[in-house]
């Protein structure tokens, strides 16, 4: 049996890799798959990689690109989601902000530095045309962490993905202003270049697991209902959420590195490009 360790947000987007790893479907290949969950999101889980703390994480596209060209020791091997994450753009309740314009100047929750939340900032002032420099920013860590320092005023907005924070806008603690597409596909897998070296079957056999149930998720019984029961929303929005998306079998192409590339590089967010043979592998 070997052991790999794997690392994602608790969202619905992972569902796919509990139900295969509850199933027994890796320990069937002899592969022990150790899940953890990370709510501070892929800041987090690109330190985890860098530290040797995961093997594997399930990953924002953006983040992680940023990552591996400023040196992260990792390769992207699969596209996971292919459609985009659609970033909800949320204010506390009572807020004095109305509309997406009145936010231009005013300072944004993050979970981490290099944090989607943060990376996302920088894609919609560019959607906006407002000065990137201007953007100011809190550490906030977590949802929990956005609810405070919205609430109580030490941040004026917060970016996530929507249908993970529409229980919030619900209780009436968020109201959504705006909603913000990532540009690309919004999830891939990403993994240490150690344990790609010691260990592609294995990697590879994980790929080919994931990717069958990722093919029949979607058709699977009461799959509303169980998403609604692990992740405490409505059943009428995770039909919605699960027309929206899409899971990938596929290797992330060229084309769509460049693209992620160039708008990062665009953005200030990256420095350089890397080519594609270091930021994705074969496997």
């Given amino acids: 049996m070997t052991t790999i360790r794997i690392a994602g947000v608790p969202e619905h ?4 890799w509990h139900l295969a790893i509850e199933n027994g479907d890796f320990k069937k290949a002899a592969i022990d798959l150790k899940w953890t969950d990370v709510p501070e999101g892929t800041g987090k889980m ?3 990689l860098r530290d040797g703390s995961t093997d ?4 924002l596209t953006e983040g992680i690109v940023k990552d591996i060209t400023a040196g992260n020791p990792s390769k992207i091997v699969q596209v996971y989601v292919e459609t985009p994450l659609i970033w909800g753009i949320h204010v506390a309740a009572q807020s004095k902000y109305e509309n997406l314009g009145q936010l231009e100047g005013t ?15 920088y894609v919609n002032a560019g959607n906006q045309n407002w000065d990137a420099n201007s953007l100011s920013f809190e550490i906030v860590n ?13 941040a004026d907005y917060f970016m996530w993905e929507r ?3 529409q229980p919030l806008v619900d209780k009436g603690i968020f109201r959504r202003i705006a909603d913000c597409p990532t540009p690309w596909p919004c999830f891939v897998i990403a993994v240490r270049d150690e344990i790609l070296e010691k260990e592609p079957q294995i990697i590879s056999k994980i790929l080919e697991i994931i990717n069958c149930n990722t093919l029949k998720f979607r058709e699977l019984t009461n799959i509303v209902t169980k998403l609604a029961e692990r992740f405490h929303q409505k059943e009428e929005d995770l039909e919605k ?12 192409s060229e084309n769509v590195l460049n ?5 990062l590089l665009e953005l200030g967010i990256i420095d350089k490009k890397s080519t594609f043979a270091e930021i994705v592998k074969v496997v």
Avoid: H, Y
Avoid at 13 to 16: M, Y
Avoid at 107 to 121: D, F, N, V, Y
Avoid at 241 to 252: K, P, Y
């Fill in 13 to 16: 987007f992972n569902l796919p």
């Fill in 46 to 48: 690109c330190q985890m």
């Fill in 56 to 59: 594997i994480a399930i990953i």
């Fill in 107 to 121: 300072k944004a929750a993050i979970s981490r530095i290099g944090s989607g939340s943060q990376l996302m900032a």
């Fill in 142 to 154: 977590t949802i929990d962490g956005a609810v405070t320092a919205l609430t109580e005023g030490t």
């Fill in 163 to 165: 249908f993970m924070t």
């Fill in 241 to 252: 959420w699960l027309a929206l998306t899409e899971w990938s079998q596929n290797q992330l």
């Fill in 259 to 263: 693209n992620v590339q160039n708008q």
